[in-house]
T-cell receptor, first 113, second 112 residues
Framework: GENVEQHPSTLSVQEGDSAVIKCTYS??????FPWYKQELGKRPQLIID?????GEKKDQRIAVTLNKTAKHFSLHITETQPEDSAVYFC????????????FGTGTQLKVEL | DGGITQSPKYLFRKEGQNVTLSCEQN?????MYWYRQDPGQGLRLIYY???????QKGDIAEGYSVSREKKESFPLTVTSAQKNPTAFYLC???????????FGQGTRLTVV
């Protein structure tokens, strides 16, 4: 089945700096890669996703890049703000492994003033 | 108000007792999932269902059971066979398996 690895597990940045979170996946048949944000005590919510026919996708301060050859994808947050502090999860799904969403272990992002 | 609802938010049970967690959605989604969240381990898939009357084991199905008799409902039973049941349980649904998943607010189960 699919295996998703996520790094780093914790990330601390200064307000205004950029943050990058990286994930690798094992199943080359995976074709859908969402990113979720989970604030303390709340449910995970989708912030951006990308499909394998696209190399990059951007939504305001958030961008995701995908390298199918290397089987890795990354979340980029620019001009970080305190409200960006949360746990971020990457995930992958596709034709392999029954299409089920497999999540990474999460990254605790802390944006310091 | 549309969405996915889990109940209760907090649940306490004695060791050796089975307990059922509720998950209901009114989004008309075909796919539903149960995840377990433990600190530092991300979201681990327990069971998932692509369509009513069908479900498959996820990565950590041992000690759990589910049913999908109605499209809107996907209850999870934590049995006494689950060795470490204390955790935060999240239910999710999506149009199909390869689209955005919407999560419920979670149930925190504590077994004493």
């Amino acid at each position: 089945g699919e295996n998703v690895e996520q790094h780093p597990s914790t990330l601390s940045v200064q307000e205004g700096d950029s943050a990058v979170i990286k994930c690798t996946y094992s199943d080359s048949a995976s074709n859908y890669f969402p990113w979720y944000k989970q604030e303390l005590g709340k449910r995970p919510q989708l912030i951006i996703d990308i499909r394998s026919n696209v190399g990059e996708k951007k939504d305001q301060r958030i961008a995701v890049t995908l390298n199918k050859t290397a089987k890795h994808f990354s979340l980029h947050i620019t001009e970080t703000q305190p409200e960006d502090s949360a746990v971020y999860f990457c995930a992958a799904s596709g034709a392999g492994g029954g299409n089920k969403l497999t999540f990474g272990t999460g990254t605790q992002l802390k944006v310091e003033l | 108000d549309g969405g996915i609802t889990q109940s209760p938010k907090y649940l306490f049970r004695k060791e050796g007792q089975n307990v059922t967690l509720s998950c209901e959605q009114n989004l008309n989604h075909d796919a539903m999932y149960w995840y377990r969240q433990d600190p530092g381990q991300g979201l681990r898939l327990i069971y998932y269902s692509q369509i009513v009357n069908d479900f498959q084991k996820g990565d950590i199905a041992e000690g759990y059971s589910v049913s999908r008799e109605k499209k809107e409902s996907f209850p999870l039973t934590v049995t006494s066979a689950q060795k470490n049941p204390t955790a935060f349980y999240l239910c999710a649904s999506s149009i199909n398996l390869n689209t955005e998943a919407f999560f419920g607010q979670g149930t925190r189960l504590t077994v004493v």
